[in-house]
């Protein structure tokens, strides 16, 4: 019998390769769209209307899936994007949707989920995550915290579900090809004004990073980690995907607070 899968953020990325690795495997799979002129559910592959920042479409999403196939049996919570941004900066309602799509909508998602994957006493639910979870950057302290609230829930949550053989785990990320950029990249406009007090360390950090995800691989990887997640039960709770992330998530536990923190300054010129 063919699992069941459910991919958040399945429209283009990560979650779009994902979908189309799984289905093509396999896998019945759900990839959420927050176009609803997209829906269709023919095939192996079938695009669902989700926006996790309105809990009544996670509802809706979760009870159609359960209607239609019975059970959900892997949640991929792959959704978000990233606030470029100072911490002085940053205005309330960006703070608020920064953690509403990569946190709060993950929380729900994954709470309306959880009592049919109890229920069945079988589960499997990955967060995708980043390097940025175990390790700060400029300009990304909203992501960062998101991020590491991302990786302490899957540590809190692997206990609270262990009694019902429901498995959750992180992936790492690094950073990858994708539209990121353009789609998941959200800019406070006092941040990159010309009159930002902060206006040399933009000028110097933001095009490294542009230039790290506008030039790096493509997000096969990720996609391959899901699968080997679902299918090895002794697969490792968090896994660091690409070069950022296979380089400095070992060097976090490796050095000491002080010692990790030159390293990046020196690796980035700050």
Not at 125 to 146: D, V
Not at 163 to 170: E, L
Request: proline residues 4%.
């Amino acid at each position: 019998m063919s699992k069941v899968v459910l991919i958040t953020g399945a429209t283009s990325g990560m979650g779009e390769l994902t979908a189309k690795l799984l289905s093509d495997s396999g896998y019945i799979v759900y990839g959420g769209t927050r176009d609803q002129n997209r829906q269709n559910f023919n095939g192996n592959l079938k695009n669902i209307y989700i926006d996790v920042t309105k809990t009544d479409t996670i509802k809706n999403a979760v009870a159609a899936i359960i209607k239609n196939e019975g059970r959900i049996d892997v949640l991929v919570n792959n959704a978000g994007y990233g606030l470029l941004s100072t911490l002085e900066d940053g205005t309330d309602e960006e703070i608020f949707n920064q953690f509403d799509v990569n946190v709060f909508g993950l929380i729900k998602t994954t709470r309306e989920v959880l009592p049919y994957m109890r229920e069945a006493k079988s589960g499997v639910i990955i967060n995708i995550s980043s390097f940025l979870g175990k390790m700060g950057l400029p300009l990304l302290s909203h992501y960062n915290a998101s991020k590491y609230a991302v990786e302490g829930i899957v540590d809190s949550l692997r206990f609270e579900t262990l009694p019902f053989n429901i498995r959750v785990h992180s992936i790492q990320s690094g950073l990858f090809g994708t539209n990121f950029v353009k789609k998941g990249l959200v800019a406070n406009a006092k941040t990159t004004s010309e009159n930002s007090p902060y206006k040399d360390l933009v000028s110097h950090f933001v095009p490294i990073v542009a230039k790290a995800i506008n030039e790096g691989p493509k997000p096969e990887p990720i996609a391959q980690t899901i699968k080997m997640i679902i299918e090895n039960e002794n697969a490792d709770i968090s896994i660091p995907v690409g070069v950022e992330a296979t380089t400095f998530v070992p060097l976090r536990k490796e050095l000491s607070d002080r010692e990790f923190e030159n390293r990046i300054k020196e690796t980035f010129g700050i």
